[in-house]
């Protein structure tokens, strides 16, 4: 794998199998799995078909493969008056981790927040994911404890 090159690139409808496949995977890295409920068609409906759509993507290509995928959406209305962006998911392929893919990824999705005039990119990431943590703050992004997340399921 280390001659491999990788193309960062915008998610197109064709890439809907494989980015589910991806996003499933990270349903069971996380532990979520029982109840993941997309499938491909979603991907290709709420993701590519839809105007506009809920959400968007980057992918990491090698060849005809997707090796990492970043999920993301806008969010239009901030305190700041500008908008910004959620990361949803940011998950790499077990078999090309180490290769920088998620840097790439990451520094793809800033220069889309920059295109689109965001004031910045929000995510969570689990509190046992200590690689993941340790990734982003390589980064620079920096926790925010300013706010505590609470959901209310319906």
């Not at 029982?34 to 290709?44: D, G, L, N, Y």
């Not at 090309?96 to 927040?113: D, F, S």
Request: aromatic share 12%.
């Amino acid at each position: 794998m280390a001659d491999t090159i990788i193309k960062i690139r915008k998610a197109v409808e064709a890439d809907s199998e494989k980015i589910w496949v991806l996003m499933k995977e990270l349903a069971i890295f996380e532990e979520y799995i029982a109840v993941f409920s997309i499938t491909p068609q979603i991907v290709r409906e709420r993701g590519f078909r839809k105007n506009p759509p809920d959400f968007y993507c980057i992918v990491a290509e090698d060849e005809d493969k997707i090796a990492g995928i970043l999920v993301y959406y806008f969010l239009p209305y901030t305190a700041q008056n500008r908008p910004a962006i959620y990361m949803k998911e940011l998950y790499v392929d077990e078999n090309y981790r180490g290769q920088k893919i998620g840097e790439q990824l990451m520094n793809t999705l800033k220069k889309e927040a920059e295109l689109n005039n965001c004031k910045q990119i929000k995510w969570t990431v689990a509190p046992w994911n200590e690689a993941g943590i340790k990734f982003y703050e390589r980064l620079g992004a920096k926790e925010n404890r300013d706010w505590l997340n609470f959901e209310l399921n319906l």
